[in-house]
């Protein structure tokens, strides 16, 4: 008898679905599990619903319907926990997800180099229907793919964007004096406690769009409104004569004795007005606030071309770069960054692609070589 606890996911699930679903051998080089995740949850149409045991995720199927037909895809057990019943409890989940909305007759596809799994679903019932399928995939800006060229090769949409993370640290708090407020225009930088979702996503899609910046975007308004209200999380707003012109985040919970500099940025409106100076210093003041060990930073080559070389400048220094994907911006409606069409940018600057000072500001410090983590 299957105990599994099912419910639908939720995006902080993300990561273990997918681990779930490379362990159960489900992934392919064609299909962005995470995309997968993201698109099905965003339709309005569908559901990932995953089976727990004791809080931990050991089945999901993601479920959802088409106007027409219900369709099943991702039914998965982990190999620990399979030939106990959770199979046929997930596949049952999605069946009542359906019919609770009216779908008279679910549809799954078998894999051709998955047969075996063929005799599970005809123990739950399902019965197989000749049918020939056709298909089309549309691959981004190109156009429709022509099938039997190079099925397995990503597809771009899919492929999410490849980004060169620098991570830079600080170990002591600086000596220097308190860095004075600009005289004009008038600032104010006020801890935003408890900001509403609304506002928050004011601030970080304003500060971050130009930069790409899209994981908060992803996620849902729930799992936002935990992280920006959490105790360890202070959000500073700059305000400029009564305007928003900027926000900074500080997260104090990550690890014991460290404060994570989590956001930084000005609205693009007040770039340039000198501005930046007294607030990256003032963000750091804040985040020593609180005395810990270490206070440290990420940016990436999405990022202002001068973002790298102010951290430096503020005392900053860099720790590890590593490369990392981001999903694909254009899932939540920015254009894929021209400077990245071809892959992530050297961890050198020494690309001309983001244009005229992309990656050679020069108060960039050189980073001679690609630092391993160490942190
Ligand atoms: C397919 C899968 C989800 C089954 O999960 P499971 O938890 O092991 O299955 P259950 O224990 O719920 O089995 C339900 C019934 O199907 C039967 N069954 C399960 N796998 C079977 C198999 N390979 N062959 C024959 N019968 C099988 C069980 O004996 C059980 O029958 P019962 O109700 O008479 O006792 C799991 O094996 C898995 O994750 N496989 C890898 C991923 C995969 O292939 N997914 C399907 C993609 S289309």
Request: with cysteine; proline share 8%.
């Amino acid at each position: 008898m299957s105990e599994l606890e099912i419910r639908a996911a939720r995006y902080r699930d993300t990561e273990d679905i997918v681990a779930l679903w490379r362990a159960a051998g489900l992934t392919v080089p064609h299909n962005d599990p995470y995309e997968d995740i993201r698109f099905c949850r965003d339709s309005g149409q569908g559901e990932v619903l995953i089976g727990l045991l004791g809080g931990v995720i050991v089945a999901s199927v993601l479920v959802g319907h088409d106007g027409h037909r219900g369709w099943i895809y991702y039914v998965a057990v982990h190999p620990d926990h399979q030939g106990a019943g959770h199979g046929k409890a997930i596949v049952e989940a999605a069946e009542v997800w359906l019919t609770a909305r009216g779908v008279p007759k679910v549809q799954l596809l078998i894999r051709e180099t998955n047969t075996g799994v063929r005799a599970f679903y005809e123990r739950l019932g399902y019965a197989d229907e000749p049918r020939l399928i056709m298909t089309k995939r549309f691959v981004d800006h190109t156009g429709w793919e022509r099938r039997g060229e190079d099925e397995d090769a990503p597809a771009p949409h899919h492929a999410g964007i490849s980004t060169t993370v620098t991570y830079l640290e600080m170990l002591e708090r600086p000596t220097r004096p308190t860095v004075p407020a600009p005289s004009r225009p008038k600032v104010s930088l006020v801890r935003a406690k408890s900001p509403t979702v609304s506002f928050y996503r004011y601030l970080y899609d304003n500060v971050g769009g130009p930069w790409t910046w899209v994981s908060r975007r992803f996620m849902d308004d729930e799992t936002l409104r935990d992280v920006i209200t959490s105790p360890d999380v202070e959000i500073y707003v700059l305000w400029a004569e009564g305007v928003p012109a900027g926000y900074g985040e500080v997260n104090r919970g990550a690890k014991p004795g460290e404060v994570e500099l989590t956001y930084f940025g000005l609205m693009p409106d007040y770039i340039g007005m000198g501005l930046g100076w007294y607030f990256i210093n003032s963000m750091i003041d804040i985040a020593w606030a609180s005395e810990p060990d270490r206070i440290w930073v990420h940016t990436c080559d999405l990022d202002h071309p001068r973002a790298l070389g102010n951290y430096q400048k503020a005392g900053f220094k860099v720790f590890g770069q590593a490369v990392e994907r981001e999903p694909d911006p254009r899932a939540v409606g920015l254009p894929f960054p021209a400077s990245h069409r071809n892959g992530p940018m050297p961890p050198d600057g020494s690309d001309d692609r983001a244009g005229p000072g992309g990656g050679n500001d020069a108060n960039v410090i050189p980073i001679n070589k690609v630092i391993p983590l160490k942190r």
